[in-house]
């Protein structure tokens, strides 16, 4: 499936308004630029009226010019290999390529975890707030021996690292095709062999299964659809890592997690998008949080 690309130039101020509500339109991946923002959704998806709409809503208060290109898979590589730069997490996690070096400290106390993401055309290299929130969050959790499921996995980066922390199984899972093969690449690449990749959505799963940690990086609206779905699938003392959305629809998401036994026990924030940690009841706080 290719993707569309939303080039957009407008002034800086008004980057992070037009991602929110770009986000609300479907689009799945942001990146800013000198001119203005990068937006990308799957062809299928993208709705230029609407695309217009928003940005007549802003036109009386900066210039906005847009261009549409189609984006195909050999040109979503190219990119992001001119571009990708190795990042750090926490000061434990780095993320990089395989076409770039380790860095000095790599498996030693500098980088506690050294993961190799190739994204080719999946979202999740750690660069976006919510995955890095997402990664930040999974440090301060035991994953020694437990069960993972990772819903909308992409490039897999959150399977690896539970993985590399210890998990015992690893259940992921993406819609895309081409995601679900990127994530077994990038598994097989850092030699996580627990990790099991599959295409499908969270009504796939195997209602029987029970995990210990969930992991959804998505948005809002699949998330108030699905997370009554997901605490079904946790065990008491579970915990539910959530983001993909922006600090006006946490009241909801947390909302929707009370209503279906989960517990806000942690939280974060970075350029207005957020991600919350829950807790399944099990009658007993679990003391895992570091």
């Known amino acids: 499936m290719n993707y569309t690309e939303l080039t957009l130039t407008l002034a800086p ?3 992070d308004i037009l991602t929110a509500e770009l986000a609300e339109l479907g689009f799945e991946s942001f990146v800013e630029t000198d001119e203005g923002l990068n937006a990308y959704i799957t062809e299928p998806e993208f709705d230029e009226v609407a695309v217009r709409e928003v940005i007549a809503k802003y036109a009386d ?3 906005i010019t847009y261009q549409i290109t189609s984006l195909e898979k050999r040109n979503w590589n190219a990119e992001w290999e001119q571009s990708y730069q190795p ?3 926490a000061g434990t996690v780095r993320v990089r390529a395989s076409f770039h070096e ?3 400290g790599d498996g030693s106390s500098r980088f506690k975890y050294d993961l190799i993401i190739n994204p080719k055309m999946s979202f999740g290299t750690g660069h976006h707030e919510t995955t890095a929130m997402m990664l930040e969050h ?3 959790i035991d994953h020694v021996g437990k069960g993972v499921l990772d819903v ?3 490039t897999g980066i959150l399977a690896i690292l539970a993985a590399q922390m210890g998990a015992a199984d690893v259940l992921a899972f993406d819609i895309e095709e081409w995601a679900v093969e990127n994530a077994q690449e990038n598994a097989e690449l850092n030699h996580c062999p627990q990790i099991r990749v599959f295409q499908g959505t969270i009504d796939n799963v195997d209602p029987a299964s029970r995990f210990d940690i969930v992991l959804a990086n998505i948005n809002r609206n699949v998330l108030l659809a699905e997370i009554p779905t997901y605490a079904s699938l946790m065990r008491p003392g579970a915990y539910l890592l959530v983001s993909g959305f922006y600090e006006h629809d946490a009241i909801d998401i947390e909302r929707k997690a009370k209503e279906a036994g989960l517990s806000p026990i942690n939280g974060m924030s970075i350029n207005q998008w957020t991600s919350q940690v829950f807790m399944k009841d099990d009658g007993a706080w679990v003391a ?3």
Do not use: H, K, N, R
Request: no cysteine; hydrophobic share 40%.
């Open 61 to 63: 208060q900066t210039a």
């Open 152 to 154: 909308g996995s992409g």
């Open 138 to 140: 999974q440090l301060g």
């Open 13 to 15: 101020d008004y980057a």
């Open 102 to 104: 380790p860095a000095p």
């Open 87 to 89: 990042i750090e997490v």
């Open 288 to 290: 895992a949080m570091g």
